[in-house]
C-alpha cells in the first residue's frame, strides 16, 4: 500500500509543469576534441547563466586542454586566432578582448571550470559561437549559444 501511495506522490508531482527557469548547462569535453553539446539556449528571464565544462577525458591540458569562449558568431574565428599568440598561461584567450563575452579557463582530464554570463548583456536574435579555442579546436569543438524563452 505505501508503495502505491508513493508512487502515485511521484506520478503527480512529476506532472506539475516547471516554472523556473534553467540557468545553467554543463559542456563536457573529450580527448576525441568533442562537446557534448551543440546548442545551449538561454532563457531571457535568467539574470546570470552559469556554463561549467568539464573535461571527461584523461589527457593533461598541454596535449588536449579544452576551455569553453563565447562571442558572436561574427567574431569567433579572429578570436580564435588571437587567442593562439596568446598561450596556454593566458588560457587561449588574448588579454583585454572586448569581442570575448565569457571564457573558462584551460583544463585537463578529469578537470572543469565554470564561467557566469550576465544575461542582460546577451541580445535575442544575435548569432551567438562558443568554441574550445585551443590551438587546431576551434574548427571541430563549437556550437551556439541563443537567446529564448
Same mark, same amino acid.
Not at 1 to 24: D, F, G, N, R, W
Not at 49 to 54: D, R, Y
Not at 130 to 146: E, R, V, Y
Given at each position: 500500500?505505501? &508503495?502505491? &501511495?508513493?508512487?502515485?506522490?511521484?506520478?503527480?508531482?512529476?506532472?506539475?509543469?516547471?516554472? &523556473?527557469?534553467? @540557468?545553467?548547462a554543463t559542456v563536457e569535453s573529450n580527448d576525441a576534441m568533442q562537446f557534448n553539446v551543440k546548442e545551449i539556449v538561454v532563457d531571457k528571464s535568467c #539574470?546570470?547563466?552559469?556554463?561549467?565544462?568539464?573535461? %571527461?577525458?584523461?589527457?593533461?591540458?598541454?596535449?588536449?586542454?579544452?576551455?569553453?569562449?563565447?562571442?558572436?558568431?561574427?567574431? #569567433?574565428? +579572429? %578570436?580564435?586566432?588571437?587567442?593562439?599568440g596568446a598561450g596556454l598561461a593566458q588560457d587561449y584567450v588574448k588579454a583585454g578582448d572586448t569581442r570575448v563575452i565569457a571564457h573558462t579557463k584551460v583544463?585537463?582530464?578529469?578537470?572543469?571550470?565554470?564561467?557566469?554570463?550576465?544575461?542582460?548583456?546577451?541580445? &535575442?536574435?544575435?548569432?551567438?559561437?562558443?568554441? @574550445?579555442?585551443?590551438? +587546431?579546436?576551434?574548427?571541430?569543438?563549437?556550437?551556439?549559444?541563443?537567446?529564448?524563452?
Open positions: 500500500m505505501l &508503495a502505491k &501511495a508513493t508512487l502515485a506522490i511521484l506520478l503527480s508531482a512529476s506532472s506539475l509543469p516547471v516554472l &523556473a527557469a534553467q @540557468c545553467e #539574470k546570470e547563466f552559469t556554463v561549467t565544462l568539464k573535461h %571527461v577525458g584523461k589527457m593533461a591540458k598541454v596535449a588536449m586542454g579544452h576551455n569553453w569562449v563565447l562571442t558572436k558568431e561574427a567574431d #569567433k574565428q +579572429g %578570436v580564435a586566432t588571437d587567442g593562439m583544463i585537463g582530464g578529469g578537470e572543469s571550470d565554470s564561467v557566469k554570463i550576465d544575461v542582460s548583456k546577451l541580445a &535575442a536574435g544575435e548569432n551567438y559561437a562558443f568554441f @574550445c579555442s585551443f590551438p +587546431g579546436h576551434w574548427a571541430m569543438m563549437k556550437g551556439t549559444l541563443k537567446v529564448g524563452g
